[in-house]
């Protein structure tokens, strides 16, 4: 698979997770390609955590760049219906498991459901953001991220970065494949068949249990 079209290709999977109605939040980077792969059947609510309910596509004539933006910094625009609120309120909703699913990126994922992606130590950071409540606050939390850094996996037996939360994911979407967190561990549901089983596993250092249902991504 070319890495230009890797993103695209993790963001139209997640995009299949969502449901018509849903309050879905979305981490900044690739999470934010999610809506333009969801079906024209479906509608979801896109939440920003620093205070919009509604978040739709900035076009040159809907925003204001000084002032209207979304929790990563990026502009930011209010779809029809959408509305402002403050930040207590936000986090309300959050914390209140008033959202549906949360998708985030991911520096490491273990195969407990723990995930880091808010710091490496020694490098320069914006701040831990919404994350650590969003991955205790939503009702569905999706890892969406490229399967390896540089040929090194990302799925491990523990985190070495600093937690973001504990036991906390409950599926992880990568250019690989599909994988949900049980009980049991790690069961790879779905596979690209751009890559061999033994491929998938080799890039992973958690150990993989095949689904006996295991079907394509694509």
Request: hydrophobic share 40%.
């Amino acid at each position: 698979m070319e890495q230009s079209e890797i993103k695209g290709f993790i963001a139209a999977r997640v995009a299949k997770e969502l449901k018509d109605g849903d309050v879905v939040n979305l981490g900044i980077g690739l999470p934010t390609l999610v809506p333009n792969y969801l079906p024209e059947n479906i509608r979801v609510t896109l939440q920003s955590e620093n205070g919009i309910i509604g978040t739709g596509p900035v076009t040159d004539d809907n925003h204001d760049p000084i002032h209207t933006v979304n929790a990563g910094g990026a502009a930011a625009a209010v779809a029809p219906g959408g509305s402002f609120i403050d930040s207590s309120v936000s986090f309300g909703l959050i914390r209140g498991g008033h959202v549906d699913a949360t998708v985030l990126g991911g520096l490491e994922v273990d195969e407990e459901g723990s995930l880091s992606n808010w710091i490496i130590p020694g490098k320069k950071m914006p701040g831990m953001g919404g994350a650590m409540d969003l991955l205790v606050g939503a009702k569905k939390v999706i890892v969406a991220m490229e399967h390896t850094a540089k040929g090194s996996p990302k799925i491990l037996k523990k985190c070495r970065l600093p937690y973001t939360a504990v036991k906390c994911v409950s599926k992880i979407i990568t250019e690989m494949g599909v994988i949900e967190v049980t009980p049991e561990g790690l069961v790879l549901t779905e596979y690209n068949p751009e890559f061999t089983l033994e491929q998938i596993q080799s890039g992973t250092e958690a150990s993989l249990i095949i689904s006996p249902e295991l079907k394509s991504m694509v």
